[in-house]
């Protein structure tokens, strides 16, 4: 059985663990501490991959890192190559995609913060952002754990967002999800059904660990 898809999958879920939290932390501490117009519009549009049909979304990447699109264009301008249909463009898909899986776990951790501290904070002087580093930050780390977990386990079964904007390229944005189903098209039952078992345990640790965070609840 060829594990290269697995390596890939690993990857592009710990890469996408690895970096979304510096984008998702900010948007769910906006989210769950301030008032400010279009903040429901601002929150659909978070929450909005988490609704969106796989392939509707890969489509929309897709056609926003094309080469003729400004952001495929400026790739390829920088980089001298096409971003879609390499790994760089899996991963942007990955944190696209996984957006509301990181954000919404935050928002949930950070709203549950006890406002005192926060007005202890802004008492002793401290701005909105060291507030965030100083105060909501250390206080969320299970929140916060449980979302990388959530988001690592989420990215490891990507399939439909996956294959739009990255094809199956061997060695490159063939992921595990697309390895299993080349393989039952094929008539490869056993190696699907090896890359299958190779996940479902990762998949099971993952929502024991989410559970624990969280306190015990099933």
Known sequence: MDLTPLIISAKLALLTTLLLPLVA??????????????????????????????TVLGFALLVFMGPRAPMGAAWESLFGERLVFSFSAIL??????????AVQPMRAAFEKLD????????????????AFFR??????????????????AHSLGEFGVILMVGGSMPGTTKVA??????????????????????????SFLALVTINRLNGGRS
Request: net charge neutral.
């Open 25 to 54: 932390a900010p948007i769910a501490y906006a989210l769950a501490f301030f008032r400010f117009p279009g903040k429901s519009v601002a929150d659909a549009l978070v929450s909005l991959p988490m609704v969106l049909p796989p």
């Open 92 to 101: 942007l898909a990955s944190l696209t995609y996984n957006l509301p899986f």
């Open 115 to 130: 406002r005192r501290l926060l007005e202890a904070a802004a008492v002793l002087g401290l701005s909105p952002t060291a």
């Open 135 to 152: 105060v909501v930050l250390p206080n969320s780390i299970p929140g916060l754990c449980a979302a990388s977990v959530l988001v690592f």
């Open 177 to 202: 999800s697309i390895a299993i189903f080349e393989a039952v098209e094929a008539l490869r039952y056993s190696d699907a059904l090896y890359l299958s078992l190779a996940l479902i345990p990762i």
